[in-house]
């Protein structure tokens, strides 16, 4: 009888911890991550401190940044990885919608101009371009397809079959309601979740036009409860609903309109909500080592709570082994099909020939170089890029969707100055996609110191070999005189005025993907209108000299500065020679020396030039920049000294120095340099100082009879300085600085100015 006991109690044992080993080994975690812009950072360290403590990971819900994290370990990141790639320059870029200089495509831009708006015409309508994104999405565009292709496809595009089953949300507004992905295409539904309002640009899916899901949903506890119905949930939020709109906050007024509150509990009794704590501003990627760390330490905080609470581990070879096996079902990505909708049968073999050059597969390096390439075409809008596989082929096929620009395009923009130097800018383009690309453009600048109008046609080739054919007629006009510093404290300068007016034809090939050759030709006119002396009346006639000319000239160029003015990183290179030969005529005025009336003389030179500015420490709050030029002409000398040095090349590295005539500054031979310092104190907000010497191998000097005549070699050197702060606003930088300039009268100077001080092209520049 007792044996009959014993082994009833031993049964009864036996059954116990089988019911509560299943118990155990069935028991499931799902990991809900919330949003929060860059504070969603956090979550790494969260699900480095779970991993580490071999706390299993089986679902994952999140939102915006959380949808990110949330996918990377979905798709077989570890913890490490994800580390490393937040840290990266290439998340930098995709999170500041930055293009990495070595994708950048210089041969596409066009010429630097003062514009500070777009606007749209079409339909006959105008329809201003207020901007929709703060940044540009075609970093982010495509870094997500690059990240997420190849886990989707081992997936089967079906984010249950992913290293760890995923959802995201995202919002729909025009419904106001949340969207659950559960399958498709793993890069759109993360990129549509992190689509903040008026940060990043919006997408379509299937139709509907979605944007962040932090709108409706910000931790979607409530999808993870439905959709896998974990045994034990943790949450992990770095997000709050927006207090009660200010009445004088307009900010906070359009959160409240756009953003429903979440909730930000579980919704089940077994579970428990991580809180790491952040002080990070809404966008900012600059340090994210911290933020990790916190998510970190708030995890360690509760993990014997969760350990109590979890008693099933991982096992990290198992983990590890799990990851492998999910990664080697990942298929090569190697491109076979472009299909490309927006764009019509013309439009599209134009697109196609800018991506490859012939109908071959490529790999994913290829086709990035060819995207970026066209995503920089001036005609093309925007291109979102999604790719799915083909298991019959065995290759990708790669969607794009692709917006032309408008066909009628104005530019208004121009600088405001405490000096005589502002000006207005307006400028109108129209575009057009057929075999090939073309750009009809014109422009003007009206003010005091500058005035110019341009026509200029673009036409660019997409053969192996890119060119483009760009012919151009410009008119231009400096008048020196009125924008003078000195004039503001009633010392006259001399009188200087100089009209340009010239056609060219150039012609342009790339070299690489941030350089390009041209190669150019033209001619035209340019008529200098000066007295030279400062003592002169009303009743008096300038002097004038007209320059007749022809020019050829050929040029190699490098550029991936990262702002038209004020630029803080990347580097520009310019070398250049030009071959010149012109007739000058000289008519003297009422106060010159000169008994010639019509003096006649031809002049053919060449001159070589070679401008270098490089900045370093990218991403440190200081940054440190070179800049060089040298100048080499055989240029003879003009009929006396100011005509001389109006012709001369003249060195001006500084906004402010453009805007002056400073003889000082002017010669046919010399080589200049300085130092660049700049110090972030703000995002966009800068201090700036800049140091130079100018070095003439012979310097110009006024004879008695108001001809020219050289120094001794080496004999003078010369000195400008400045500093500024700056701050580089959405539509055009905001300077306040003082200038410095080696003469003796007026050589200091304090400008204030909003806006670019950008000209276009000079006749002989």
């Known amino acids: 009888m007792s044996i009959s006991k014993q082994s009833t109690y031993s049964l009864l044992f036996v059954m116990l911890f089988l019911f509560s080993f299943k118990i155990i080994q069935a028991q499931r975690v799902g990991l809900v991550l919330s949003g929060g812009a860059a504070s969603g950072i956090a979550h790494i360290g969260v699900i480095k401190a779970l991993e580490e403590n071999h706390i299993p990971i089986d679902y994952i819900t999140g939102t915006s940044m959380g949808a990110f994290v949330g996918s990377l370990y979905a798709m077989g990141y570890s913890p490490v990885q994800m580390e490393e790639l937040v840290k990266s320059e290439r998340f930098r870029n995709m999170s500041e919608g930055i293009i990495d200089q070595k994708y950048a495509y210089y041969f596409k831009r066009d010429d630097a101009n003062a514009s500070w708006i777009t606007v749209r015409l079409f339909d006959s309508a105008l329809v201003s371009a207020l901007p929709t994104n703060v940044i540009s999405p075609t970093s982010m565009d495509f870094g997500m397809m690059e990240i997420a292709g190849a886990p989707a496809a081992a997936a089967g595009y079906k984010f249950d079959s992913l290293f760890v089953p995923f959802r995201c949300v995202a919002s729909d507004i025009e419904k106001k309601e949340s969207i659950v992905f559960k399958d498709g295409d793993l890069a759109q539904a993360v990129r549509s979740s992190m689509s903040y309002p008026f940060y990043i640009r919006p997408i379509l899916v299937d139709g509907k036009l979605l944007f962040d899901g932090g709108l409706y949903n910000n931790f979607p506890s409530n999808i993870m409860y439905s959709d896998f119905y974990p045994d034990f949930m943790i949450g992990s939020n770095v997000s709050s609903n927006n207090p009660p709109p200010d009445e004088d906050n307009i900010l906070s007024q359009i959160k409240s309109m756009l953003q ?31 933020l990790i760390d916190s998510g970190y330490a708030a995890t360690i905080r509760q993990i014997d709570y969760i350990k109590r609470n979890v ?197 342009g090939l790339p070299t690489g993907k941030k350089g390009r050759v041209v190669m150019g030709a033209g001619g035209g006119q340019i008529t200098d209108k000066y007295y030279q002396t400062t003592v002169f009346t009303p009743k008096d006639t300038t002097d004038r000299n007209d320059f007749d000319f022809y020019s050829v000239q050929a040029y190699y160029e490098i550029n991936t500065l990262n702002r038209k003015q004020y630029a803080n990183q990347g580097e520009y290179l310019n070398f250049k020679i030009r071959y010149v030969s012109g007739v000058e005529k000289n008519e003297p005025g009422s106060t010159s020396t000169d008994t010639v009336d019509n003096y006649t003389n031809r002049h053919e030179y060449y001159v070589l030039k070679l401008t270098g500015e ?85 310097a110009y000097i006024r004879t008695a009879d108001n001809k020219t005549d050289y120094t001794l070699p080496f004999a003078l050197q010369h000195y400008i300085g400045s500093g500024a702060i700056v701050w580089d606003t959405p539509i055009g930088p905001m300077s306040l600085g003082v200038n410095y300039y080696d003469q003796v009268v007026n050589p200091f100077s304090i400008d204030f100015h909003f806006g670019y001080i950008l000209f276009n092209k000079r006749a002989l520049e």
């Open 260 to 290: 429903s509150k979440s909730n930000f509990d579980l919704p089940c009794e077994n579970g428990i909500i991580i809180q790491p704590k952040t002080n990070v501003g809404l966008f900012n990627f600059s340090n994210v080592q911290p």
């Open 614 to 698: 490089k900045y370093f420490n990218r991403r440190g709050t200081i940054k440190i920049g070179l800049f060089g030029e040298g100048v080499y002409s055989t240029q003879t000398l003009f009929r006396n000294y100011i005509a001389t040095v109006l012709s001369a090349p003249a060195f001006q590295p500084t906004m402010d120095s453009r805007t002056l005539f400073l003889e000082n500054y002017r010669a046919n031979e010399y080589f200049a340099g300085g130092l660049k310092f700049v110090v972030n104190i703000r995002k966009n907000v800068e201090i700036r100082f800049e140091g130079y010497i100018f070095q003439p191998y012979q």
């Open 311 to 507: 008693e099933r581990r991982t096992v990290p070879s198992e983990l590890t082994a799990k990851r492998t096996a999910f990664k080697a079902k990942e298929p090569l990505v190697i491109f076979d099909n472009i299909i490309i909708e927006g764009l019509n049968m013309t439009e599209s073999d134009y697109a196609r020939k800018v991506l490859r050059n012939k109908n071959t597969k490529v790999d994913l390096e290829a086709i990035k170089a060819g995207y970026f390439r066209l995503s920089a075409d001036n005609k093309i809008k925007y291109i979102y890029p999604t790719t799915k596989y083909n298991s019959q082929t065995g290759f990708y096929d790669l969607y794009l969707r692709i917006k032309k620009e408008k066909h009628l395009i104005l530019d208004f923009g121009g600088v405001f100055s405490s000096r005589p130097i502002s000006e207005g800018y307006i400028g109108i383009k129209y575009n057009e996609l057929g075999k090939f690309a073309t750009s009809i453009m014109a422009n003007g600048y009206f003010g005091k110191l500058y005035n110019s109008a341009q026509i200029k046609a673009r036409f660019d080739y997409p053969f192996r070999v890119p060119l483009y054919i760009e012919p151009d007629i410009t008119w231009n006009k400096f008048d020196y005189y009125k924008s003078s510093s000195a004039f503001l404290q009633d010392i006259k300068p001399e009188y200087l005025l100089q009209n340009e007016e010239f056609a060219m034809l150039n012609i």
